[in-house]
């Protein structure tokens, strides 16, 4: 594969990734939340997106690290992809594991649990990091893109810059 292909690789999976993403935070979760009848359904059909979100997300990041290499004057797009892998990784194998296991202990839906719950406290500082980590993944494929469209842009003389 070309260079030029490389980077073009690089490039749509990134945005496919990238819209799914911002589709799943600006509508699907804020839609599920306002349709469903409560709290828990909307959490529970959220929490069965996300995994398919964090492991594409894990899958481009990497194909992206491949694809364009860390060369040497290069490495921006790969590094930044990398912190969207780990933003990836930690939310869908560290924090989630542990919000699934917490609404199983607490047996009942969080929402009905008093606001200084201990537990509930717990499964909204998990909620947020969970949250930041997705977010960490946007910005950082997004940076990562932005350092994959600036390389494979034409430079003077219609020579692309990863050739």
Do not use: K
């Not at 529970?44 to 290499?69: D, E, I, R």
């Not at 990091?129 to 932005?146: E, N, Q, R």
């Amino acid at each position: 594969m070309s260079p030029r292909a490389r980077f073009e690789t690089a490039i749509i999976a990134w945005a496919f990734w990238l819209g799914a993403a911002l589709v799943t935070v600006a509508v699907v979760a804020p839609r599920a939340f306002a349709v469903l009848p409560s709290r828990t359904m909307a959490g529970t059909m959220v929490g069965a997106v996300l995994p398919v979100v964090f492991l594409s997300g894990l899958v481009v990041a990497a194909a992206v690290v491949v694809l364009t290499g860390v060369q040497p004057g290069r490495r921006a797009p790969a590094v930044s992809a990398l912190v969207a892998f780990l933003g990836c990784a930690v939310s869908q194998f560290v924090i989630d594991p542990r919000i699934a296991r917490l609404r199983a202990d607490i047996g009942v839906p969080v929402e009905s649990l008093a606001a200084d719950d201990a537990r509930r406290v717990a499964f909204g500082a998990l909620h947020g990091y969970s949250v930041g980590g997705l977010g960490v993944a946007i910005l950082a494929a997004t940076l990562s893109l932005a350092f994959v469209l600036h390389l494979a842009r034409p430079a003077v003389g219609g020579r692309a810059n990863p050739n």
